[in-house]
């Protein structure tokens, strides 16, 4: 069975229409038939040095910090590897103090470290090398991304942008998940990308799109909303663009897919507990976290789990095992909130501020006697991410919306739990190829007026 004529006539014009978008941004529309015209296998061969040259590059960097800089695990990160140790050692996924089996974090960045640990030993800075690898294959799918959205200048521009970013070079020096739910994420995105563009193998592009939403959420629970998000848009897509009964079972095949891999580890948790859990059992902590945690002076610090100097927690602990007390801790949350919704409200903006602050705290490294480093990199690229925000909308290019699942994402969690550099690490490459755009709407105006001048001459 053939795509309609009307989605027909829509893959033909994909390509075309990022041209345009292309060429809108160099304000030369004759630009089309020149890029038609020229020799692909030339423009291959210079995509792929240039591609291998940014991932070298983005290798030596995140080499670099990890040699350099390498963070001992601390609170997330030794926990993840404690999780990890125990695996390689055939222990299960259990708290190692007590040898009870847990779910109180996804598997799969512990299953992933110990995978490692099991060939090299329980060895962080093995995992940082295996993390300087992902890091470059990060930067590769940043510009595909960049090449499957925008066009060829805009993707090797965001993955330039990308293997000099600072918040992805010193993410490879510390155990933390986002190092494998970034490539995830963006290899999520890419599929997405691709499924929406396939005339033929659709069903491939799907099943493969649902092991890696699928694989997403075992990395990093909180990847749930970009999946529905981008069930949704693909939902849309194939709406407006009139699909056929074709479309629909491949984003039959998506949610099938997805399912059947998460049924492991869903199998696995109602044995332990004789109930449905999904995905974790930590959201009532981190629910009750994101309105009291634990404090300094009158500081509130975001992320630490509140201790037992907290009646509730205290409290929480009699409840049961650790879905018991996730869900008492969520209960107890909804029922605060509900008496006092003016709480919420004056939290907002502190959570709101810590989302967008251009500071770290969790994954930089810090000079003696600090607390915090700035992120110069997320700071100049949002504010060229502006400047190409501006330049996209003018233009309509097809699959421009995967770039928002993960922003949209990020906006949700502060909103409920909190906001931080670390968190918002799923909207940055969505900032990175945004800035990309204004890096390219910058040089071409450049060039223009340069070529206007030497005319004048």
Request: aromatic share 12%; glycine share 8%.
């Amino acid at each position: 069975m053939h795509p309609k004529p009307q989605a027909r006539r829509y893959y033909g014009e994909a390509e075309a229409q990022t041209m345009m978008f292309t060429a809108s941004i160099k304000g030369d529309t004759e630009s089309i038939a020149s890029d038609a015209e020229r020799p692909t296998d030339t423009w291959e061969r210079r995509w792929h040095w240039w591609l291998l040259a940014i991932f070298l590059l983005a290798f030596a960097l995140r080499a670099y910090a990890v040699v350099c800089y390498p963070a001992v695990p601390v609170t997330d990160a030794a926990h993840y590897h404690q999780l990890a140790t125990d695996l390689a050692r055939g222990r299960g996924f259990i708290y190692t103090d007590t040898g009870v089996p847990t779910a109180f974090r996804p598997i799969g960045y512990p299953a992933f470290l110990a995978g490692i640990y099991a060939v090299f030993g329980p060895d962080p800075r093995a995992a940082y090398w295996f993390q300087v690898v992902l890091g470059g294959i990060t930067v590769l799918l940043v510009a595909l991304l960049g090449r499957l959205i925008f066009g060829r200048r805009e993707a090797l521009l965001s993955g330039l942008l990308a293997a000099i970013y600072p918040g992805f070079i010193w993410l490879s020096r510390v155990l933390l998940s986002e190092n494998l739910a970034l490539p995830l994420l963006l290899a999520t995105l890419c599929a997405a990308a691709l499924l929406l563009r396939a005339e033929r193998r659709r069903f491939l592009w799907a099943a493969a799109l649902g092991v890696l939403l699928g694989l997403g959420v075992l990395v990093r629970s909180n990847n749930s909303l970009i999946v529905a998000l981008l069930l949704l848009g693909l939902f849309v897509s194939f709406w407006k663009r009139r699909e056929g009964r074709r479309a629909y079972l491949s984003l039959g095949v998506v949610v099938a897919v997805l399912l059947l891999t998460l049924l492991p580890w869903e199998v696995r948790n109602y044995r332990v507990f004789h109930r449905v859990v999904p995905l974790t059992t930590n959201d009532g902590i981190t629910l009750y976290g994101a309105y009291w945690p634990p404090r300094v002076g009158s500081k509130r610090i975001y992320g630490n789990v509140p201790g037992l100097e907290d009646p509730a927690i205290v409290a929480a602990s009699r409840a049961g095992d650790e879905a018991d007390v996730s869900g008492y801790l969520r209960r107890l949350t909804l029922q605060r909130l509900r008496e006092n919704p003016r709480y919420y409200f004056q939290l907002l903006p502190e959570k709101l501020f810590y989302m967008v602050a251009p500071v770290d705290w969790e994954t930089f490294p810090h000079r003696p006697g600090t607390e915090r480093s700035f992120n110069v990199g997320y700071a100049l690229s949002s504010v060229l991410a502006l400047f190409g925000f501006w330049v996209s909308i003018r233009c309509r290019v097809p699959h421009q919306w995967l770039l928002w699942p993960g922003p949209i994402s990020v906006l949700v969690q502060t909103l409920i739990f909190y906001g931080g550099p670390r968190y918002r690490l799923p909207a940055e490459p969505t900032i990175i190829l945004l800035a990309s755009v204004g890096v390219s709407w910058v040089l071409s105006t450049a060039s223009r007026r340069s070529r206007r001048m030497r005319g004048r001459d």
